[in-house]
């Protein structure tokens, strides 16, 4: 309608400057439309959604780009460990004042993100907030149907399988924050920062979501911890499981920081897949993993139980932790 | 695995409680899983996302009934508009803290909406925050392929048409700060709490959604102001429009407050359909409004142009606005 001022409203111009080239998908409609359409091709969409707060997920000094692939990349992790092939995402983003400083690596990063994992940003929702700002992701991938991997489904005998190392980000974020890691790596700062690397950006595992699909009978992504995210696994699947501690797959760096096993178990952002694979399907998705150069290990066995899962020292003494996981409440 | 403390963690023992029961479709798994299933049953997927925060789209001291249905509802909202019928949901719930006597009335509420509508939760993310307290949610309905109702497709010489009234949830919002409306209705609690519920309860129309679909060759919800969304829906047609004052159907409670047409069509949180109708389909879609029981007005008329719509009174004369709508930036 007839308006003295003109201009474009500050919410339309910024979806537009920023996020619009990343909507390359026809269903996206260029974000001009207030919804997105998916197709399913006869397939079964798989859904998912993770919010990452300032704060709490991350450091509000944190680079802009390492917050915009985090926030997608917990997604695109929870689409490999359901052996879904990335389909597109929506974006709400809510934040305090919208800065060009801020905006355009975050939209760059994310960008070329959702080019190198083939998952198009489908619309979303940008809105003020005079607290943390945040950013809320729900992404959607393909399996066909019936599919999809889930917690449920482990069987006694299932070797339990990781892919990468396990306890790094945790690490890196007590290094973040001046903890006692910080102190242990003092001389060391390249490992100091590898580890950082891992809190700041995850390494989702998609390549290797196919070969999930094929051999596992159960997995999920290791977001809260490796002992408490086997434990929710095993909940679901009514199973239990023993896990060797020497077996866990830890990195140079980690083992620089000599920490407690625990620290690494049950620390959070590891973002690795977590699987449960029949014995005979063993020698297969290790060469796959291989293959798309996914490291991958077998850290223990399911067990027939309902009982916590136990973590097993080299003499086959429990290890007892104090803490399974993070939780935010 | 073993742990001292054999509490479920706050976060699952949290979801387990509030949000379980109205994870009522299979595809959700109990809300045991990291990810959800959507069956498109070889319709499109409709995707729409819109976030709502605590001092921003509700006030602090809102009924935590009231803040749930106005998540769930403006994005149901979003689907009537494009055509689409419900098939479920996934929110993100970031929280201060986790406190029964908010959650619980939170969660049923949200819970009855969702059956009331035939949305169910598929999934979601609760995140503890330090800041304003905000709910994310992502809805998801089902549309014939390639029939979902755009922004674009609106034909000069069809007619404007939009549901309910216009301008109720502006001047609720108004009342609830103590502005103008509340001091010129002072005497009127009656007209009060109606337009008071209009802004914090909207009435999506998705009883309507097919005929918008079987009718409409443009549509969208009015979330942000009538002037400004149907500046938007021009301009992703590529038309204008002439809307007459007049026709624009106000309450009584809104007539009552005696505001200037301005304060109605450049205010928010209608959740009206706007949408515009070739001539011949006018009277099914009056036919159909009717039997569903939503009413419907005549509004004006698109036109050929690129020009901003005009808003004219009843001499034909140009309304200028000095704004067209609320915007976050």
């Known amino acids: 309608m007839t308006q003295d001022n003109k201009q474009v409203s500050g919410e339309d111009s910024l979806i537009a400057r920023y996020f619009k080239p990343l909507a390359t998908d026809p269903g996206a409609f260029g974000l001009v439309d207030d919804a997105a359409v998916l197709k399913a091709q006869g397939e079964d969409i798989v859904v998912t959604t993770d919010a990452v707060v300032e704060g709490v997920h991350y450091l509000a000094d944190d680079p802009p780009e390492t917050i915009a692939r985090k926030a997608l990349r917990v997604n695109l992790s929870d689409l490999a ?31 070329e993100d959702a080019k190198s994992f083939a998952c198009p940003l489908l619309g979303g929702d940008t809105v003020s907030t005079p607290g943390p700002q945040m ?44 903890g006692a890691v910080a102190a242990a790596l003092a001389g060391d700062r390249v490992a100091q920062d590898e580890l950082i690397g891992r809190y700041h950006v995850p390494r989702p595992r998609n390549a290797l979501a196919k070969a999930v699909r094929a051999h596992a009978n159960a997995a999920m992504d290791v977001s809260d911890g490796l002992a ?24 140079p760096a980690a083992a620089r920081a000599a920490v407690a096993i625990e620290k690494l178990v049950a620390g959070g952002d590891d973002y690795e897949i977590l699987c ?14 291989a293959r798309v150069g996914v490291p991958i290990a077998e850290i223990g066995t399911v067990t027939a139980g309902r009982e916590q899962p136990r973590l097993i020292d080299a003499q086959g003494a429990d290890i007892v932790l104090s803490r399974l996981s993070y939780s935010h409440f």
């Open 81 to 111: 460990a359901k052996g879904a092939v990335p389909a597109g995402f929506v974006l709400t983003l809510a934040l305090r004042k919208a800065e060009d400083a801020w905006l355009r690596p975050f939209a760059d990063a994310l960008g």
């Open 135 to 178: 950013i809320s992701i729900t992404a959607f991938g393909r399996v066909p149907a019936g599919r999809m991997v889930g917690r449920v489904g482990a069987k006694p005998g299932d070797r339990i399988m990781v892919t990468g190392t396990i306890g790094d980000a945790a690490l890196g974020l007590d290094i973040r924050r001046g």
């Open 228 to 251: 408490g995210d086997l434990a929710k696994l095993c909940a679901a699947s009514g199973v239990s499981a023993v896990i060797e501690a020497a077996r866990i797959p830890i990195s």
């Open 276 to 289: 449960t694979v029949p014995q005979d399907h063993i020698a297969a998705l290790i060469e796959e993993a």
